[in-house]
T-cell receptor
């Protein structure tokens, strides 16, 4: 399967900090991109889709750079509850989504 | 959230047992997936079904046997498992897999935590 690569971390940041994750994808045919969040011993949950023009949902901003084949997630004003593993995901039409191995975030008081 | 349900939530079985995991989605989706996630490991895609037809089998050992009787239900039949098969088994669904159309997000069930003794 085509790979989605991301830094496993862990990223340890203090509450209130801004943190950014990047990931790269090798399949140039990928058309859809997402960020998922997975809490310990729980299922992955969709955090947000990633659009070419960039999109924002509250404290979260996602960006896509097709030319360089990378996706980013920016979290502003980190909360303790943001501690989780963040999965970068790419999808090619007609195929199952390709999940990255995840980046671990720990927000500390 | 009850979009994708899985039963049982926890299962302990011996290596000679036969058991089945069940997944049901209430989202009107047409594609369903089985994933394995071992402790502190990434997701591993096992099987993909699209409109009840298996479209992907990622070199999964034959002791795992999937069944998809309709677009809403997915089973994973287990027999003669090994201790290394102990993991969280996750089911997911999405609207469907269609060439030429962008991929849709997948929705996961809560998983079955399997322990093989």
């Amino acid at each position: 399967r085509k790979e989605v690569e991301q830094d496993p971390g862990p990223f340890n940041v203090p509450e209130g900090a801004t943190v950014a994750f990047n990931c790269t994808y090798s399949n140039s045919a990928s058309q859809s991109f997402f960020w998922y969040r997975q809490d310990c011993r729980k299922e992955p949950k969709l955090l947000m889709s990633v659009y070419s023009s960039g999109n924002e949902d509250g404290r979260f901003t996602a960006q896509l750079n097709r030319a360089s084949q990378y996706i980013s997630l920016l979290i502003r004003d980190s909360k303790l509850s943001d501690s989780a593993t963040y999965l970068c995901v790419g999808g090619e039409a007609g195929y199952a989504l390709n999940f990255g191995k995840g980046t671990s975030l720990l927000v500390t008081p | 959230e009850t979009g994708v349900t899985q039963t049982p939530r926890h299962l302990v079985m011996g290596m000679t047992n036969k058991k089945s995991l069940k997944c049901e989605q209430h989202l009107g989706h047409n594609a369903m997936y089985w994933y394995k996630q071992s402790a502190k490991k990434p997701l591993e895609l096992m099987f993909v079904y699209n409109f009840k037809e298996q479209t992907e089998n990622n070199s999964v050992p034959s002791r795992f046997s999937p069944e998809c009787p309709n677009s809403s239900h997915l089973f994973l039949h287990l027999h003669t498992l090994q201790p290394e098969d102990s993991a969280l088994y996750l089911c997911a669904s999405s609207p469907g897999l269609t060439s030429g159309m962008s991929s849709y997000e997948q929705y996961f069930g809560p998983g079955t935590r399997l322990t093989v003794t």
